[in-house]
């Protein structure tokens, strides 16, 4: 029996987020007689490094400092090239900005095949980091993207249709299941809120909007709940807007929380407020859990929210529609369920953990049974 082909998979650092959480599914749902993930990352910090624990793996280091063009950058891309060789890794597979770039750089050298990952629209990406960014994704073998707007987008960057793989988000509905069963973490606030998961450290997550919206919903449901979960730069921000507009009294600032099904089972509706989004885990989850989900009409949220089937959608920045839709579905018990259904259906169809595995695993195959040479290419 042939040994299993080995995957470098390339990580800046795991802390909490959807796409860290992505990878973290991917390695723990490998089959190891196929494939044997070597885990690496830039820095060895964040709260899913325990979950790589339990799943037999201990990342090694490639510490770039803060800034990815510095002297110490050479050093390091040397060490990876070395270490890609010494370990035979048969694939590289980087999983964001800075180890897209270092991938591709490590991978040419190497001689070796290179998936870049592309789960957002890049809406924060600054100076030089967009361009190198869109020149590393020309030349991988293959951009892995969640949606089809970010398929788009790498199409019209210069990128070849067929090098694009479309591999959607896996939701472990077994774990997801089990996790709901369970009493919070911590005393929940109050039942039957709306819940919006999301970090504060960008304003493209429209926290600000759903505030707003927050305060049309209480003048006819004085009885509504908002519970806010992530954590960021503008939580203070958001929670002294809460206080200016008179409706910090029923909205809860949670933090991170690592006990989002048991909070979302607890929950009557899900809410995204996103000027940008590849495919959230946060829809996902909550779709997961039976709730309706009102959410922006932007990225891929439409590939995921069905408008009129398991949730609603309405336009970027524009609190009034969001309040309204909100209004619906707390107004009406069935059509919460009937949506509700509707949504953990779509899940089970179409985001399921064995789907995510085949489309990675039909990636993988295809890249270490390519028997043409590698060749070497430039990111100009």
Known sequence: MPEPRRILIFQNRFRIGGQERQTVLNVR????????PVVAVLHLDGDHLQDLEVAGVRPVVFDVGGRMIRPNTA????????????????????QDVYTNVLGVLAARLARVPVILTRVDL??????YRRPLLQAASRVADRVLVNALCIRDLAVREGVEADRVAVVRNGVDLEALDLEARRAPDHPVPE?????????????????SDLLVAMREVLRTRPDARLVLVGEGV????????????GISDRCYFLGHRLDAPALLAQAVAGVSASYAEGISNAILESMAMRLPVVAT???GTPEV??????????PPGAPAALARRILDLLRDPALRRRMGERGRRIVE?????????????????ELTEDPSPRIVAGLG
């Not at 749902?29 to 044997?36: C, G, K, N, P, Y």
């Not at 919006?196 to 304003?203: D, E, K, L, V």
Request: hydrophobic content about 45%.
């Open 191 to 207: 039942p039957g809120a709306v819940v919006c998961i999301a970090n504060m450290h960008h304003p493209v997550k429209g926290q």
């Open 297 to 299: 009409r932007v990225g």
């Open 349 to 365: 169809e179409e985001f399921g953990l064995a789907q995510m595995r085949l489309s990675y695993d039909a990636l993988y195959q």
């Open 75 to 94: 050093w390091q891309l040397a060490r990876i090239v070395r270490f890609v060789h010494t370990e035979r890794i048969a694939v590289i597979h980087a």
């Open 234 to 245: 503008r939580r203070p921000l958001l929670e002294r807007l809460a206080r200016r507009l």
């Open 29 to 36: 749902s490998m089959d190891r007689a196929r494939f044997e």
């Open 122 to 127: 890049g809406h924060h990406l600054e100076g």
């Open 305 to 314: 929210v069905r408008e009129g089937q398991n949730g609603f959608l309405v």
